[in-house]
């Protein structure tokens, strides 16, 4: 029996009667050793003969320390010092008391960086598993297949605020677009609609499958990162429903794909590394993307579909701030991988070499959109548009690359090797 130490004083105590540790007690005494701090006592009380034999070996396990015992008529009464991490299974004690700053508007992601939640590591430990980031795991647990386990490989200063945009901007393709409000067009310009639905839609199954693919390979700990390209990947899913959805719903139907076009999209699905995918995927192809979809809001035969294009265009525009912004980190935190990301242009513009150039599908239905019917002078307007589209996109692109720290001359070769497929 461990006796009495008569000059400690219980900060606390518990009358546990006739429970035993397998009946409930351990939980009530975890649950009070919690609300006394590290070094204080707790005093139980105890009717359960049982307890003296089971309560030594239960602190020795939980890191507590078993300080007293007194007998007290028919009950006992213990003493139990609160240890240092209440579980010798647990190297660390887990943060109480933290509170973050909520905003007039409600408690953004990005506020939630407080306590262990704000230390994002430089290198996560794959045993951690599906842990949220601030929880404290117990040693032993297996390894996880992440391969991307270094911050500076994912991450991006403004992607909790983008996957706040992001879940505040959801729309339902469904419902949201007035699909009542399309009347029959001319048969050159539905199709032509069409064309660019299809295609539209293609490349966006590459803007889906490609952060999909890298999702299981981020660790959890990079949380925001992970649930920002939850969000881009419905974006693409719902972009895909609704262009899919655009080219059957007025009378006309999907059209046609080239082997130049899925070989593009071939060789984004075929990157490993998750700074070139995005590098390629996001600055490069949705930041053209950008002008792409500009361009058929402008000229859209019909308001559905300059809707669709618009909504489209905002959701992008996310994953764009996003490539950008993942590139400047990056490059931040090592600037020699600006000539892995050129490298990454080059072996994808030296894949497409043998490929034909841009569908000439999707280039008649730009210049015949842009032009709103095949009379000469309309269809020498938009040609000319077309060209100007090109134009626009390559500029664009090249201010991008600039902005992320290529020199002009770099970001010229770059923006020249992109694939004329835009993505």
Not at 43 to 68: M, Y
Not at 96 to 108: A, K, L, Q, T
Not at 222 to 232: D, G, K, M, R
Not at 236 to 254: C, M, P, Q, Y
């Amino acid at each position: 029996m461990v006796t009495r130490e008569p000059d400690e004083e219980p900060a606390a105590s518990f009358d546990g009667e006739d429970l035993d540790l397998s009946s409930g007690l351990i939980f009530a005494l975890d649950v009070c050793l919690s609300d006394v701090e590290v070094g204080q006592v707790l005093e139980l009380t105890s009717t359960n003969a049982a307890i003296a034999h089971e309560l030594p070996a239960w602190c020795r396990g939980t890191g507590h320390e078993l300080v007293g015992a007194e007998p007290d008529g028919d009950r006992t009464r213990y003493r139990i010092r609160r240890g240092a991490l209440g579980s010798l299974m647990f190297k660390d004690r887990p943060d109480w008391g933290v509170s973050p700053e909520f905003r007039h508007d409600g408690f953004d992601t990005r506020d939630w960086l407080v306590g262990k939640v704000a230390e994002i590591p430089a290198s996560a430990d794959p045993t951690t598993g599906f842990s949220p980031r601030g929880a404290v795991v117990e040693p032993g647990a297996p390894a996880f297949p992440y391969t991307e386990k270094e911050r500076d490989r994912v991450w991006a200063h403004n992607v909790a605020s983008l996957y706040e945009q992001a879940t505040a901007a959801q729309w339902d393709a469904s419902v949201d677009i007035r699909w009542g409000d399309l009347r029959p067009l001319p048969t050159h310009v539905e199709r032509a609609v069409c064309q660019v639905m299809t295609h539209l839609a293609e490349n966006e199954y590459a803007a889906l499958y490609v952060p999909a693919r890298f999702l299981p390979r981020i660790h959890p700990h990079f949380t925001e990162v992970v649930l920002f390209l939850s969000t881009q990947v419905v974006d693409e899913a719902r972009h895909i429903e609704a262009f899919t959805k655009r080219a059957l719903a007025n009378g006309g139907g999907l059209q046609f794909s080239t082997a130049m076009t899925q070989t593009s999209l071939k060789s984004l699905l075929e990157q490993e590394d998750f700074t070139q995918a995005s590098f390629l995927l996001s600055v490069l192809g949705e930041g053209t993307f950008l002008e792409y979809l500009a361009f058929v809001e402008r000229y859209a035969p019909d308001p559905v579909t300059a809707d669709i294009a618009r909504r489209a265009r905002v959701d992008e525009a996310r994953h764009v701030a996003f490539g950008v912004e993942h590139a400047r980190h990056a490059l931040a935190a090592d600037p020699d991988r600006a000539g892995e990301l050129r490298t990454a242009v080059e072996r994808r513009a030296s894949y497409l070499a043998d490929a034909s150039g841009q569908s000439p599908h999707v280039e008649e239905a730009l210049v015949i959109l842009a032009a709103g019917g095949v009379t000469p002078s309309r269809i020498r307007d938009g040609v000319q548009a077309v060209r100007a589209l090109h134009d626009t996109m390559h500029r664009r692109r090249v201010t991008r690359l600039t902005q992320l720290g290529f020199p002009p001359g770099t970001a010229e070769e770059i923006s020249e090797m992109h694939t004329p497929n835009f993505m």
